[in-house]
C-alpha cells in the first residue's frame, strides 16, 4: 500500500513539474486555446486585416454560404499580389535608394509572396513556368472542435455574430491564434445572451439550447 501511495505521489510530482516547465499552457483535453502554429507563408492578419482593412468575408468566403469559413485558394491571394509584390516600406526604400543612385527601380518580390508564386508554379517574377503546375498552400488549421459537434458559419453570419466574437481580434494579430477554448460551456454562454433577435423569437431561444442542435 504505500509503495502504490509512493508511485502515485511520485506521477503527481512529475506531472505537476511537466505542466510547470512546459512551453504550453495547461489546457483541458481538446482545449486548444492559445494555439498559434506556425504557418507555411508568414501571412500577416495584422497587416491585411487591420492596416489594409480587408474584409474576413473576401478571403473567407464560405462563412456566409456554407458549414465552413475555408481557406482561401491561393488565386484569391493572386487578386491583389499579382499587382503587389513587396510591402510598402520595401518599396519606398527601394525608390529613394534609386534616386540617389540616379537608377530606375529593381522589381522586388518579398520572400513570403515568393512563396505564394511558387505554389502557383510561377518564377519569383510572378510570371507562369512552362511545365509547373500549382499547389495548394498547405495551411495549418488553428481552430478546431471535436468531430462529434456541428456547427456551422452560415447562421451566425446571418444571426449578426462578428468574426472577433469566436476568433478574436484578428486585426491586431501577425499571426492567427486561438483566443477562445471552444468549449461547449463557452458556446452555452453565447447562446444563452439575450440578443435582440432571440428574444423576439423565445422558439429560437430554446432551439438553441437544445442538445440536437450541435449533437445529432
Known sequence: MQKQLKLVTLLILVGGLLVIFSNSTFRMPGNQQNYEPIQPIDFSHRLHAGEMEVPCQYC??????????????????????????????????????ASVEGRDMKPLTSLEIIKIYSAMGYDPQGNPV???????????????????????????????????????????????????????????????????????????????????????
Open 60 to 97: 473567407h468566403y464560405g462563412a456566409s454560404q456554407s458549414r465552413h469559413a475555408g481557406i482561401p485558394a491561393t488565386n484569391v491571394c493572386m487578386n491583389c499580389h499579382k499587382y503587389v509584390s513587396a510591402t510598402r516600406d520595401d518599396l519606398r526604400l527601394e525608390e529613394e535608394q
Open 130 to 216: 512552362e511545365g509547373k503546375a500549382g499547389k495548394s498552400v498547405e495551411w495549418v488549421k488553428v481552430h478546431n472542435i471535436p468531430d462529434f459537434v456541428f456547427f456551422s458559419h452560415k447562421p451566425h453570419i446571418t444571426a449578426g455574430v462578428d468574426c472577433a466574437d469566436c476568433h478574436g481580434d484578428v486585426s491586431s494579430m501577425e499571426r492567427i491564434k486561438q483566443t477562445e477554448d471552444l468549449s461547449m460551456g463557452w458556446c452555452l454562454d453565447c447562446h444563452r445572451k439575450d440578443h435582440e433577435s432571440l428574444t423576439a423569437a423565445p422558439e429560437r431561444t430554446q432551439l438553441l439550447l437544445d442538445c440536437a442542435t450541435c449533437h445529432y
